[in-house]
């Protein structure tokens, strides 16, 4: 099932979000080694630093995913996207959220750790969506491609 939002046959959303992803989840890797380090404001800045990219990267993201979203029409499928686009929209409001506490507060302890750990969480489960509609049901998958026929 081919999606708009390709290059040669490759969807750009999943190609996109393996950056965001990894910035969250080493925002988070570095709030907890800030717990335990002898200099916790560098990992504090870190995490801030990598938390801001995602979240920038993340926006970028969601525009091929819409797109993407949009070209769905079997609606086991777009229930499915429904769930991952509104998972995704959770995690993005807690970043959000995260990322003004930290600013205006200048501490990564207490709420802004507990936002990081949930929204990490809530990723895996949106992630776990994704690779369903992509994996099980063939989202972005383009069989009739020339590239696809050469392997």
């Known amino acids: 099932m ?3 939002a390709s290059v040669a046959g490759h969807p750009i959303h999943p190609m996109l979000i393996t950056i965001p992803v990894g910035l969250f989840i080493f925002s988070l ?5 800030s717990l335990r380090s002898a200099t916790p404001a560098n990992w504090v800045m870190v995490a801030q630093y990598t938390m801001a990219g995602g979240f920038v990267g993340a926006l970028i993201a969601a525009v ?3 797109i993407d979203f949009l070209s769905l029409e079997e609606s086991k499928v777009k229930k499915i996207a429904i769930l991952h686009m509104a998972l995704n ?14 600013i205006y507060n ?17 990723l895996a489960v949106s992630g776990w969506l994704g690779a369903e509609m992509v994996h099980k049901h063939g989202v972005g998958v383009d069989l009739t491609s020339s590239s696809s026929s050469r392997l």
């Open 2 to 4: 081919r999606t708009p």
């Open 29 to 33: 890797v570095c709030d907890l080694i």
């Open 89 to 102: 929209l959770v995690a993005l409001t807690l970043y959000a959220v995260n990322l003004w506490l930290r």
């Open 106 to 122: 200048g501490s990564n302890q207490g709420l802004p750790l507990m936002l990081s750990l949930i929204a990490v969480g809530t």
């Open 64 to 66: 091929p995913g819409v």
